[in-house]
């Protein structure tokens, strides 16, 4: 079944196979797949269930609404005096802690790669692919990735075109007998998404002409010193980190490839959600509040600020108040202010998460091989998707109605290289691609 909408690491992260992915997620099959999921409680009254949540984040701009919501003290203005907001080393780490729960020591909630909620949800990334039950809350940005090449081709000045990059790419591997890298952050995750999307378009097959690979962020300017990649997808400050340090240049950001794509997500385990539906409603609207601030252009400078204190990305604030702000030197030459590529964190409805948004991520996946083809997705999206306490937070904080969506869907979507998303029909999107990796059912 397919979902119709209406209206227009590291570690056991790196060593993960698409068929231990593809494993976990049949096994659990169609319906039987959100089993797990504890039932959606309606809050009764105001009061707060919890004033406590950990919450994880990984060192990158798009989890600002977090350092902002707790700087800017959003999160003890709505009654949450005790949150704890603790970096995560790598997006395997996030998924590890989330799976715990803070009760063992673990997390309740996090800045997330968007499709980790489902890969967690249905298993297909856990030890022993055990069903963790998580539930989407907010998009936190749209937009404000990159894709960066290694100085070894600058002479290419590698944009959205990559058909002479891929040529480059197999001559060295031809040259020197030894696998080209692209590194990404997560299988299945936002950054191996666009990576796999961009190299495709430019008819590179990321699993037959390249190796892709996991870096954590923090770690893909290193790694490129080195010579481990020759290119990778993150988000910043690490892109302009590796032109400060003549390392590398960007060749695209990603809204290049899909305008106002959907990016990160905040959101938390299920149990806490059913188990705390005022306190987790709470969160929701403190992390909307720092969203609102983090868009305003006024504030952009002390985001960038805060973003580089030690306790959130511990970068120099150079490397990052840039591109905050919207303006993008690539390295190449290329000189962009005001960037209409810019992140966004509230503008253009970016925290509402469109259920149509999870789909395309759940097509994608099942285009890859790391979801089975028959995963019954309206069901699994139904679940995890919880827009229903986004738009109750949103007309508590008094968001004019204009910009709470009338839809779940954003409609179609179109995409750099011609291809078109329609989530009435995912089918024919997938068919239309000619580089697949597709497993059986």
Known sequence: MELTMQGNSSGKTAQLSRRTVIKGAAALGGASLVAGFAPRVHAQGTTLETKAAKLGFIALTDAAPLFVADEKGFFKKHGMTEVEVAKQSSWGATRDNLVLGSKSGGIDGAHILTPMPYLISTGAVTANNVPVPMNILARLNL??????VANEYKDLKVGLDNKEFGKALLAKRLKTGKPVNAAMTFPGGTHDLWIRYWMAAGAVDPNRDITTIVVPPAQMVANMKVGSMDTFCVC????RQLI???IGYTALTTSELWMNHPEKAFAMRADYVAANPNATKALLK??????MFCEDPKNRAEVAEI?????WI????EDIVDRIKGDFDYGTGRVESN???QMRYWKDNASYPYQSHDLWFLTENQRWGYLPPNLDTKSLIAKVNREDIWRAAAKELGVAAKDIPTSTSRGVEKFFDGKVFDPANPKKYLDSLAIKNIKSA
């Open 307 to 311: 973003c580089s204190r030690r306790r």
């Open 339 to 341: 960037s209409k590529y």
């Open 244 to 246: 400060n340090q003549k």
């Open 286 to 291: 403190a992390i909307m509040e720092a969203q």
């Open 314 to 317: 511990s970068a120099p604030v």
């Open 236 to 239: 910043e400050p690490w892109n």
């Open 143 to 148: 937009g404000g990735q990159g894709i960066s």
